[in-house]
């Protein structure tokens, strides 16, 4: 005689004195011994698996929300990027003055011999000075932002740099891009430079020009 009985629910064998079976936990009250032999096609009743995020131990248990504040942090904002370019206008006019001062003695000695008129020698003196400026200026920020500290001097003191919109370093092309078009910014009356202070990712006109952005380091 069979001294076992089984569930009709899911068909595992417990014993005679069982009052609930001890795989699913179904009454088994009113069953007799021996009944309900089990059987292979009883469904599972193992808990179903539900999905959760795994969590490292390293990982806040509280979701992290990011706001517009916390976002913009990692962006260089309008004050600190004016100090960086009061630093840069230093660093440039101390290579490019001593330089372009040399460049208009010479050339001042050099009308004299020749008798050119004051006036000639001052507008060629002046026409040189420029273009130093403009070349020393444009050279040192294309190159500097183009390295691999992706920031001039004045950016480098102030922990900032330049990335392109997917956070890669600046090509030569895009770095030189990006200066011309910071007479842009200047030709709208200066408001090309205060849009730093009002765009999401604290982008100039010169900035969205180039496809480019000022983060923190």
């Known amino acids: 005689m069979n001294s076992s009985i089984f569930c009709n629910r899911c068909g595992a064998q417990n014993t ?8 699913c936990g179904a009454s088994l009250a009113g069953i007799s011994q021996g009944g309900a032999p089990a059987r292979s096609d009883f469904p599972s009743q193992a808990a179903p698996q539900v999905w959760s995020p795994q969590i490292s131990p390293n990982q806040a248990a509280t979701p992290q929300v990011w ?6 942090s990692q962006y260089g904002g309008f ?3 004016v100090v960086a370019a009061i630093i840069d206008g230093l660093v440039v006019n101390s290579v490019v003055a001593p330089v372009a001062f040399l460049i208009a003695a010479a050339i001042g000695f050099a009308g004299l ?8 020698i001052h507008l060629v003196s002046a026409i040189v ?10 050279l040192y920020e294309a190159v500097m932002l183009s390295s691999s500290r992706q920031a001039t001097l004045g ?3 102030v922990s900032l740099k330049v990335t392109d919109l997917a956070g890669n370093r600046l090509s030569f092309e895009r770095a030189t891009g990006r200066h011309f078009a910071k007479y842009i910014s200047g030709a709208t009356l200066g408001i090309g430079y205060v849009m730093v202070a009002f765009t999401d990712r604290h982008q100039a006109l010169h900035d969205m020009i180039a496809g480019t952005l000022v983060q923190r380091v």
Not at 114 to 120: E, F, K, L, R
């Open 129 to 138: 000075g420029g273009a130093l400026g403009f070349v020393g200026s444009w």
């Open 79 to 81: 004050w600190i990027r």
């Open 16 to 23: 005679p004195s069982s009052q609930f079976c001890a795989q």
């Open 155 to 157: 950016k480098m003191a």
């Open 67 to 72: 706001t517009s504040q916390n976002l913009n």
């Open 113 to 120: 011999a020749v008798s050119m008129p004051g006036q000639g």
